[in-house]
């Protein structure tokens, strides 16, 4: 990720007291900077990029007109100290309506106290969050979870209305980060630790997600997927129809020599030889079993291109601009994955959206699914004197033909659409090994 994405805009008043300034939101609270999951009113300052990015989400979402409710309703249902739900107030002071929930009594009384000190009008709710989205319809909902988020699945999709948007984020989650038990238990699959491992993670959850979703007869759309620190952020948009999105759930065989990877095909009949999916070779050359079966995970696009574009437009009116500009740019080549060697930059032009049926997916899919999965350069590169830089081995694959970008889940791989073997042979071929 770039050095951008590091520079998280906030102003420590005095952070052992509690007292904290982000994006000209001043918030207090009682917690321990040392253990602050012990604290009932959570908050940790290396997650502002995460908020810069569902703030600048909601001023997309609402750029798209398809709300069914004029204001937008907004909830930000495990608020904490409030500083998500308190900031879209303040730069969204009209075309929403916000509430704040939290079931802690204390941290209740900090964000009610908190909201008076900023001068803000919101809703502040002192409920189970399962329970007020059963008994509230909320069309923008964003939930920041300190561990396991599928704990809230099911309560999500109960009223969530047709183009309603969710914003779910989850740290420090142990089953999304290889704990295959708690993996198999909280997101019905199996994963392990892999150099891909963060978008298998993601990918698993979008596929927890949508199951969840199908219960409902709904259907999700995925529109961005970020990976910050120990943290997962996801933006979907529900839809109607189960049938699209379970279509896209699909098992992955893995080997564990190589790494290479492939999808099983969508049939109800058996394979009767799963690793020839793989165009390694290792099953054939190595004793024993190599190749394991992971998932199910999403098989379908973990980024829009268009949505990614809009937010990029309006990311440049907000004081986080310098926060996450950098990295929705990042963003936006990882989701076109282009094979040509013109790199996008930063500018200062207007982005143009493009019209609504392009902004959603639709039957008839206009831009090219990006490449699923990346490779580490590390771990497949020749060994030798000479490892190629990223940006050099992205060149080198699009001089070949193949579509190739960096990614933001790993700073030292490449998102490709070209083999393993297509991608080892370009990097034997562009090194000092003869």
């Known amino acids: 990720m770039s050095d951008a994405n590091a520079d998280v805009t906030l102003e420590a008043e005095n952070p052992q007291d509690g007292n904290v300034s982000e994006f000209d939101i001043k918030i207090r609270g009682e917690w321990d900077i040392t253990t602050p999951k012990k604290s009932e009113v959570f908050y940790n300052k290396a997650f502002a990029l995460n908020r810069a990015i569902i703030s600048t989400a909601l001023a997309a979402y609402m750029d798209l007109g398809v709300s069914v409710f004029d204001p937008v309703r907004c909830l930000d249902g495990i608020g904490s100290t409030g500083i998500g739900g308190l900031l879209w107030k303040k730069y969204f002071p009209t075309g929403i309506n916000v509430t704040i929930n939290d079931t802690h009594p204390k941290a209740y009384e900090y964000i009610k106290e908190n909201a008076t000190q900023n001068n803000l009008e919101v809703t502040v709710l002192n409920k189970d969050t399962c329970v007020l989205l059963h008994e509230q319809t909320f069309n923008f909902i964003s939930l920041d979870c300190h561990t396991e988020a599928a704990f809230y699945f099911d309560s999500i999709f109960r009223n969530l209305p047709k183009?309603?948007?969710?914003?779910?984020?989850?740290?420090?989650?142990?089953?999304?980060?290889?704990?295959?038990?708690?993996?198999?238990?909280?997101?019905?699959?199996?994963?392990?630790?892999?150099?891909?491992?963060?978008?298998?993670?993601?990918?698993?959850?979008?596929?927890?997600?949508?199951?969840?979703?199908?219960?409902?007869?709904?259907?999700?759309?995925?529109?961005?997927?970020?990976?910050?620190?120990?943290?997962?952020?996801?933006?979907?948009?529900?839809?109607?129809?189960?049938?699209?999105?379970?279509?896209?759930?699909?098992?992955?065989?893995?080997?564990?020599?190589?790494?290479?990877?492939?999808?099983?095909?969508?049939?109800?009949?058996?394979?009767?030889?799963?690793?020839?999916?793989?165009?390694?070779?290792?099953?054939?050359?190595?004793?024993?079993?190599?190749?394991?079966?992971?998932?199910?995970?999403?098989?379908?696009?973990?980024?829009?291109?268009?949505?990614?574009?809009?937010?990029?437009?309006?990311?440049?009116?907000?004081?986080?601009?310098?926060?996450?500009?950098?990295?929705?740019?990042?963003?936006?080549?990882?989701?076109?994955?282009?094979?040509?060697?013109?790199?996008?930059?930063?500018?200062?032009?207007?982005?143009?959206?493009?019209?609504?049926?392009?902004?959603?997916?639709?039957?008839?899919?206009?831009?090219?699914?990006?490449?699923?999965?990346?490779?580490?350069?590390?771990?497949?590169?020749?060994?030798?004197p000479q490892l190629l830089r990223v940006e050099k081995a992205v060149q080198c694959l699009q001089k070949k033909g193949f579509r190739a970008s960096r990614t933001h889940f790993d700073p030292e791989a490449v998102r490709t659409n070209a083999s393993l073997k297509d991608l080892v042979e370009i990097l034997r071929e562009n090194s000092s090994i003869k």
Request: some cysteine; aromatic content about 8%.
């Open 163 to 384: 183009f309603g948007f969710l914003a779910i984020t989850t740290k420090d989650d142990a089953s999304l980060h290889g704990m295959s038990p708690k993996a198999l238990r909280n997101y019905g699959g199996f994963i392990s630790r892999t150099a891909y491992s963060k978008e298998l993670a993601i990918r698993l959850f979008l596929a927890a997600l949508a199951r969840a979703a199908a219960l409902h007869n709904k259907d999700i759309e995925v529109l961005c997927s970020v990976s910050w620190k120990s943290s997962f952020t996801v933006l979907v948009m529900v839809k109607r129809g189960a049938k699209k999105s379970l279509s896209n759930i699909r098992r992955l065989i893995h080997c564990n020599m190589c790494e290479d990877r492939a999808f099983y095909p969508i049939s109800n009949h058996p394979i009767e030889n799963p690793s020839s999916l793989l165009g390694c070779g290792c099953p054939a050359r190595m004793p024993g079993k190599v190749a394991i079966e992971l998932g199910p995970v999403w098989c379908a696009e973990i980024f829009n291109v268009d949505f990614l574009s809009l937010m990029l437009s309006k990311c440049k009116k907000f004081p986080w601009q310098h926060t996450v500009e950098a990295l929705l740019q990042q963003l936006l080549n990882e989701a076109r994955c282009s094979s040509s060697s013109c790199i996008d930059t930063l500018t200062d032009e207007k982005v143009e959206p493009p019209n609504k049926k392009l902004r959603l997916s639709s039957d008839e899919d206009t831009i090219e699914q990006a490449p699923t999965f990346y490779f580490n350069l590390h771990r497949h590169s020749p060994k030798g």
